[in-house]
């Protein structure tokens, strides 16, 4: 007898609706993302140590569970950074950087202490360090998405 | 704080490549195990209890210990599987000090293994990425969103290195001299597995750019291997060899994830650099070891680091020098295998990288450099105290073990 030399697919999946919190996550996240459409960005505060969530979280590191909601700035300062080379999305690609480099920072809005990542525009990579400023680059009418929060632009 | 001297008897590693197709994973573990067994002259029979650990779903197939156990030895034997990410071979290495520690076990076998040619890794680490995005993907964004900022495998190194970079004025020429040295370094021992003799920092600088800061030289390879450890007491470790490697201390700390956080909510660990679970775990596990002044008493060090700017990031962070000063002590020549506080002297993690057994052959690595069992990668100074170090979860795990070749006063 041989043995088959081939790979073998069984089907498999991840049920998203099984990954929600009991202190209700999405629900917390979906009422930030509602307010982006009036260009309003909340963030969650804790009351036991004064960090404030953006994305809201609904716990904090200090265990209290945080629940006052406050407007934080669009502005802030980029923490980390990195810009495309070879690495595409499937892999390495066989020849250099194709086309222009994205450049993708992660900041900590004014208002914030926590860090999200977000997508550069209007500079180049020379331009870009950590500590410099930004400013959200707002769609003209967002949508209430995640992606609304997907650019900025050097302050 | 337990009392009992726990010591390493014996260590086993097996044949470390890109693909090993000609066994299966019982097979490849078993070079480690036999190894292991042959060289604390021991056989199955005198195992109280094993240990085993890889990272979850990474050979597409999960509880591995259940059809391999009985060709390591284990049936009719107690068994526990640790798994913790990149750091799962430090914790299976704190788990066998954990069972002799205890009492409960007098000789306990620790396994840590990874045979990622059998599977599809970046499926495996979806498995990991899957509790960050799964309310992102429940509101509707689009995975292609999500992996233009991970960036894959590469994706939280490149924001590390970024801030550590700019922290510490590490320059891109001190990564490509961290790749040069691990890989030379490498290629003096026999289970590594990119070995590069005379690799020097300028070709290192030629490799492609995959994502800024980071070059094709400046990261790990994908790795088949497995190691294996035995721990046992300190009375019986010394009828078994001649010089046994103590274990002082283990320690570790787990932080808030980094990136995007936990199911899409914010996280507070801003800066990937930080690793302040990194100090914490450092700072107990020199304590417990009896350790004042780290800088002073630990003579080699075994950071886990699969990229470049890592290995100068943890030694700091593992308390060796101030913050920022790593950059420099490289540049010293110090880090070498005839320096004052050798630094990856196996050719780390960058050049070998199983996951599941890569944080316990940082373990593996301290103990046999202090048992003088290494060979032309010896390094030149006597070894007494060494750290070894282990990093995973999302970035947010560290593990710390303190290795001597005298038992804790
Ligand atoms: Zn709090």
């Given amino acids: 007898m041989e043995y088959k030399n081939e790979t073998v697919s069984i089907e498999g999946g991840w049920p998203m609706e099984h990954w929600q919190w009991k202190f209700e996550s999405l629900a917390l996240i979906r009422k930030t993302l509602e307010a982006l459409r009036e260009k309003k960005l909340l963030g969650l505060k804790c009351p036991g140590c004064g960090l404030v969530y953006f994305m809201p979280k609904p716990y904090c590191r200090c265990l ?7 407007e934080v700035k669009d502005t802030g300062t980029v923490t980390t950074y990195t810009f495309t080379g070879a690495w595409a999305y499937e892999g390495i690609a066989d020849e250099g950087p194709a086309g222009t480099p994205l450049i993708i920072v992660g900041i900590v809005l004014d208002g914030t202490d926590t860090m999200t990542v977000c997508t550069l525009s209007d500079a180049k990579p020379e331009d870009v360090s950590v500590g410099m400023r930004i400013r959200l680059q707002w769609p003209e009418n967002p949508e209430g998405k995640l992606e609304d929060l997907a650019y900025c632009v050097p302050l | 704080m337990a009392k009992s001297e726990v010591a390493v008897a014996g260590v086993g590693l097996s044949k470390h490549v890109s693909k090993r197709r000609d066994v299966n994973i019982a097979e490849l573990v078993w070079e480690a195990v036999s190894a292991c067994y042959e060289n604390a002259g021991l056989k199955p029979k005198d195992i109280d209890a094993f240990i085993t650990g890889n990272m979850p779903a990474f050979e597409g197939v999960n509880l591995p210990e259940e ?24 914790s299976v290495a704190h788990g066998g000090y954990y069972a002799v520690a205890s009492g409960l076990y007098d000789t306990v076998l620790a396994i ?7 599977g599809n890794s970046t499926a495996g680490l979806n498995t990991v990425a899957i509790a960050d995005a799964a309310a992102q993907f429940a509101l509707g964004v689009d995975p292609a969103f999500l992996a233009a900022f991970g960036g894959g ?14 922290s510490s004025g590490c320059t891109t020429q001190h990564l490509d001299k961290v790749a040069a040295l ?10 590594s597995h990119l070995k590069q003799p005379g690799l020097t920092p300028e070709e290192v600088a030629k490799t492609v750019l995959l994502q800024h800061p980071i070059r094709f030289g400046h990261v790990c390879p994908a790795t088949d291997g497995a190691c294996a450890m035995l721990f046992t007491t300190g009375e019986k470790a010394r009828r078994l ?61 075994e950071p886990y680091a699969p990229f470049a700017h890592q290995m100068l990031m943890f030694y700091e962070r593992l308390l060796l020098c101030d913050e920022g000063e790593a950059p420099a002590i490289l ?24 996951i599941g057994a890569s944080a316990m052959e940082r373990v593996a690595e301290c103990a046999q450099q202090i048992m003088g069992r290494c060979g032309e990668r010896q390094v030149k100074k006597e070894v007494h105290k060494a750290v070894a170090h282990g990093w995973g979860g999302a970035v947010n795990l560290n593990v710390v073990a303190v290795l001597s070749d005298t038992p804790r006063r």
């Fill in chain 1, 64 to 70: 209290s569970i945080p629940d006052e909601w406050v």
């Fill in chain 2, 112 to 118: 840590a293994f990874e045979k990622q040619s059998d």
């Fill in chain 2, 153 to 166: 495998a590469v994706g939280v190194a490149v924001y590390q290195a970024s801030s550590y970079m700019k």
């Fill in chain 2, 331 to 354: 540049d010293s020549g110090s880090m070498n295998l005839d320096g004052e506080l050798p630094v990856c002297p196996s050719g780390g993690v960058i050049s070998t990288n199983a």
């Fill in chain 2, 241 to 301: 060899v001649d010089k046994p490697a103590y274990v002082l201390s283990v320690a570790s700390c787990s932080d808030e994830a980094a990136m995007v956080g936990i199911a899409g909510s914010g996280t507070t660990n801003v800066d990937p650099c930080t690793q302040e679970s990194c100090k914490i775990a450092a700072a107990r596990a020199y304590e417990l070891a009896g350790i004042k002044d780290p800088r002073k008493e630990i003579d080699l060090a």
């Fill in chain 2, 182 to 191: 691990c890989r030379n370094n490498a290629a003096l021992n026999p289970y």
């Fill in chain 2, 67 to 90: 059809w391999g156990a009985g060709h390591w030895g284990a049936y009719g034997k107690p068994l526990l599987r640790i798994t913790t990410g990149g750091t799962t071979g430090g």
